[in-house]
């Protein structure tokens, strides 16, 4: 039985086991992402993240204990000069398996395993996703709103209590009677009479009565005024006064000879018994 045993042998001995994981590890360093079993890409996380962490300080001893895993120099090289400066301010988790499917051959389960500052498009899709995140605590923000309404609405309600016009309950009056909706639409408003509400409707009236009366006046004179002036104005500073020509009798008529004075009085004694 295998109780309380978490390494995976992964079907190796330990030389094999050891061997292996160094040379995935120095192809993971080089290459930032290998191809591999969900088992093995398990077992080289637990491997090769220690070894990133020592790489941060830069020293002999810490490059000769990464060598001592690895067997690579260029591999040794390539995580003290490159990698470490990338994940210097990340505290761990520095690699990320992402599972692909199964094999064709022996249907294993397939992943990708490689060092998250190298992927370019997860980091970008990270960075546009930090500011659509929602943030809780949204129930304090109302109380607040609550609280600051409320010392408002108890200063409204104290002087209300203090002038006599308080609010009362819908559907009731002060004796305790039901009364209907049409009812207090009927009523007048609070605080305000009957008498007060006639005499303010005839002032409406009448003012509306006297903007007519107004204008008619005004403008009507002053335009007749205007329209007699003018043609009085016109005629003697304008026109001379006009000489009437005597008519000149038309071609063919004779002019008729008026008769003088004295034949006027021959004939008036006599007439036509002289004759």
């Not at 301010?89 to 990708?112: H, V």
Request: glycine share 6%.
């Amino acid at each position: 039985m295998r109780h309380r045993k978490k390494l995976n042998h992964l079907g190796r001995t330990s030389s094999h086991r050891k061997a292996m994981l160094a040379n995935m590890a120095s192809s993971l360093i080089l290459h930032k992402r290998i191809s591999t079993t969900v088992a093995k890409a398990k077992a080289l996380r637990i491997y090769i993240e220690p070894l990133i962490t020592r790489s941060k300080t830069d020293s002999t001893h810490s490059r000769r204990m990464v060598f001592s895993h690895l067997k690579d120099k260029s591999a040794v090289s390539e995580l003290f000069r490159e990698v470490s400066t990338k994940i210097a301010d990340r505290p761990g988790g520095y690699t990320r398996i992402l599972k692909t499917g199964s094999r064709l051959g022996d249907n294993a389960d397939m992943c990708f395993i490689e060092l998250v500052d190298y992927n370019e498009n997860m980091l970008a899709a990270g960075k546009e996703a930090k500011p659509a995140t929602k943030r809780r605590r949204r129930g304090r923000g109302k109380k607040s709103e609550q609280s600051a309404e409320t010392p408002a609405a108890m200063q409204d309600q104290k002087q209300s209590a203090e002038t006599g016009t308080g609010t009362e309950d819908q559907g009731s009056t002060s004796g305790g009677e039901k009364v209907t909706p049409a009812e207090e639409k009927s009523r007048p408003v609070k605080g305000t009479s009957e008498e007060g509400v006639k005499k303010e409707e005839p002032a409406a009236e009448a003012k509306k009565e006297e903007k007519p009366v107004e204008k008619e006046p005004k403008e009507e004179p002053a335009a007749e005024a205007k329209k007699e002036e003018k043609p009085v104005e016109k005629e003697p500073k304008d026109e001379p006064p006009v000489e009437k020509k005597p008519e000149e009798p038309a071609a063919g008529k004779e002019k008729k000879e008026e008769p003088s004075a004295d034949d006027k009085a021959e004939e008036k004694p006599g007439g036509k018994d002289k004759e």
